[in-house]
């Protein structure tokens, strides 16, 4: 283009403007911080990841990602996983004592979840059922809420169960394979060779609330009693 003399200037400190704008680094992914839980014995159990994202509020609420397929990617691979496709995202409600678990399906639909709480807040917990771990077995467990934006990444091998602390908790997770009839399996919350220290829920009147289970969770088998064989169609 063929400029007039007298507007070069201009120009070439437009031009130079321009140009340094487009050499500026763009931070497109602020890091997530990714927490390695640990067993109640002090042991880091690799695979789950707590996920804390990056929250921006004001007096006028907040505004999070919730999930990011890049930043997620990076996470994971910072941690030595790669990151798996999700297929299905489920969303539940639970009253106050309600105890959802040990969930997990066997090969060939294994699924990982991420979970998080949009409303209330729950307990959290992932049991190790990989045979070849050296933590087989062993669970850790976390806190979520509408508070604290926090989500847990239960990766395939992993048995997963939850307990509402508050009057109400809404609960969404992503999955990475579809839910199976055929292939979904259940611990016991309360196997004593797993141990949980899930919390105890009291009433406004300060009563303890049991655990309030369905009645396939109810009878679900002890860890001990699981196949190493078994397999689903």
């Known amino acids: ?27 497109l992914d602020p890091p997530m911080h990714a927490e390695v839980l640990t067993t109640s014995a002090g042991i880091h159990l690799n695979g789950p990841l707590l996920l804390s994202p990056q929250v921006h509020g004001d007096e006028r609420g907040f505004f999070f ?7 997620w990617q990076n996470v994971l691979a910072s941690h030595g996983q790669k990151a798996p496709d999700f297929v299905q995202d489920n ?13 997990y399906q066997l090969p060939p639909h294994p699924q990982g979840k991420l979970v ?32 604290n934006h926090q989500q847990l990444w239960i990766p ?16 969404l997770y992503k999955a990475t394979d579809f839910w199976s009839r055929d292939c979904e399996r259940a611990i016991r ?16 009147d300060g009563d303890q609330i049991p655990a309030s289970l369905s009645q396939k969770d109810a009878v679900a ?9 078994e397999t689903c169609k």
Not at 65 to 71: C, D, F, G, T
Not at 158 to 171: K, N, P, Q, Y
Not at 221 to 229: G, V, Y
């Open 156 to 171: 395939v091998g992993f048995a997963h169960g939850f307990l509402t602390l508050s009057e109400s908790a809404e609960v």
């Open 65 to 71: 990602e919730s999930w990011n397929q890049r930043r």
């Open 91 to 103: 969303h539940s409600r639970s009253s106050c004592g309600v105890l959802r678990g040990l969930h």
């Open 221 to 229: 088998p002890l860890m001990e009693e699981l196949s190493a064989a």
């Open 1 to 27: 283009t063929s400029w007039p003399i007298w507007l070069l200037p201009y120009v070439r400190a437009v031009m130079a403007t321009t140009s340094c704008k487009s050499l500026r680094p763009l931070n």
């Open 116 to 147: 998080r709480c949009v409303v209330g807040e729950i307990f959290d917990v992932a049991v190790d059922l990989r045979r070849s771990s050296a933590t087989y077995g062993q669970w850790v467990g976390a806190h979520l809420s509408a508070e």
């Open 189 to 204: 919350w309360d196997d004593p060779r797993l141990g949980i220290a899930w919390p105890v829920v009291h009433d406004v």
